[in-house]
């Protein structure tokens, strides 16, 4: 399968206790950035978002989302966005949605009205489309597995197959 193509490069980090969660610091969040799919989050200052099957993180604690991250030793990977791509605040995005649905509502969508990306099929898309605007700052990852390199290209397909799984369990 290829990999994500992407010209930034994922700088590892020890601790994500590097990185600035403060005032307006965006971070899109790639979560089990060694899985596919990976799962997305955002964080806006040191509130969490994210879309899932059980539900959503809506505005959590940083700390806490770490913390978790951390015990589960999830690999994670951060990138730090230019507060000027958000188009609307994730709040306003998240309040509006419930959780994910297969075969229409993936973590993808709220990233997707955040970021004004409706053409946007799967992380790679919305990568590239900040990337082409100049929006990713940096990239770092956290708790990757040893030969991690890049995140695993995948296909829409594998995440409406895994919102199916997720929604029998």
Known sequence: MEVLKSERVISRIESPASLSFEGDMVYLWVIHANKIPP?????????FYSLKANG??????????LHVLDRKDI???????????????PEAIFSQLERTIPEQTTCLEPLKQI???TEARWLKDLLQGLEAREMIQNAWGWQ??????????????????RL???QNV
């Open 39 to 47: 799962h997305l989050g955002i964080s806006l200052g040191d509130a």
């Open 56 to 65: 959503k993180d809506e505005g959590l604690s940083i700390t806490k989302i």
């Open 164 to 166: 199916k799984q997720l």
């Open 144 to 161: 990757l597995p040893i030969g991690f390199e890049r995140i695993p290209d995948y296909d829409p397909q594998d995440i409406h197959k």
């Open 75 to 89: 690999a994670t990977v951060f990138y730090q966005i230019d507060k000027e791509a958000l188009v609307k605040l």
């Open 115 to 117: 970021f004004n990306d």
